[in-house]
């Protein structure tokens, strides 16, 4: 079946440090693939989605591009903000709304 | 944006109650939400997809038994666990795509309720 796979944290930068999360899928169909991230004490937020090969989402920084020749939806961003400390989550939708997530990554940004 | 919210938000029982947790769309109408179990340092896993003024649809290895859903109005769904044991203890996430408005893949999800069963 559809899976993701992404990188096991935690992960733990210094502010204005460059930020790569790794993440991987499996897909029998085309899938969207989506970047959600979790704040503490808050729900998962839709972070950045790509509906097909070559796109690429961004947002707040973050970009991720859809490479379906090494089925990967690595997260980056430049310099990331003590702000940015949070769990994220790789996803794709296998059908509609029915989303197979990997299993988060804990990222902490220190001043 | 539109707001999910979850209550209660932590809950402790004792082995053998029931527990209902409420999932609210507060500002957008759904007639879909989705329950997802997160165990510590996993993924999310869909455990059922509740659907206003019908039967619950539960994925693959889910007990309707033990996890009872009901979507009462367009703005509520339910999950009781029922006769709950200490394996039960875990997160539990809703989420809901609004009937009206945004595109077909978006989804507002809730804080999440932590169960523990003692």
């Known amino acids: 079946g559809d899976s993701v796979t992404q990188m096991e944290g935690p992960v733990t930068l210094s502010e204005e440090a460059f930020l790569t999360i790794n993440c991987t899928y499996t897909?029998?169909?085309?899938?969207?693939l989506f970047w959600y991230v979790q704040y503490p004490g808050e729900g998962l937020q839709l972070l950045l989605k790509a509906t097909k090969a070559d796109d690429k989402g961004s947002n707040k920084g973050f970009e991720a591009t859809y490479r379906k020749e090494t089925t990967s939806f690595h997260l980056e961003k430049g310099s990331v903000q003590v702000s940015d400390s949070a769990v994220y989550f790789c996803?794709?939708?296998?059908?509609?709304?029915?989303?197979?997530f990997g299993k988060g990554t804990l990222l902490t940004v220190n001043p | 944006g539109a707001v999910v919210s979850q209550h209660p938000s932590r809950v402790i029982c004792k082995s053998g109650t029931s527990v209902k947790i409420e999932c609210r769309s507060l500002d957008f109408q759904a007639t879909t939400m989705f329950w997802y179990r997160q165990f510590p340092k996993q993924s999310l896993m869909l455990m059922a997809t509740?659907?206003?003024?019908?039967?619950?649809?539960?994925e693959q290895g889910v007990e309707k038994d033990k996890f009872l859903i009901n979507h009462a109005s367009l703005t509520l769904s339910t999950l009781t666990v029922t006769s709950a044991h200490p394996e039960d203890s875990s997160f539990y996430i809703c989420?809901?795509?609004?009937?009206?408005?945004?595109?077909?893949?978006?989804?507002?999800f809730g804080p999440g309720t932590r169960l523990l069963v003692l």
């Open positions: 996803a794709l939708n296998p059908l509609p709304y029915k989303l197979t």
């Open positions: 509740s659907n206003e003024g019908s039967k619950a649809t539960y």
């Open positions: 989420s809901a795509p609004p009937l009206a408005g945004g595109d077909r893949e978006t989804q507002y």
């Open positions: 897909a029998t169909g085309y899938p969207s």
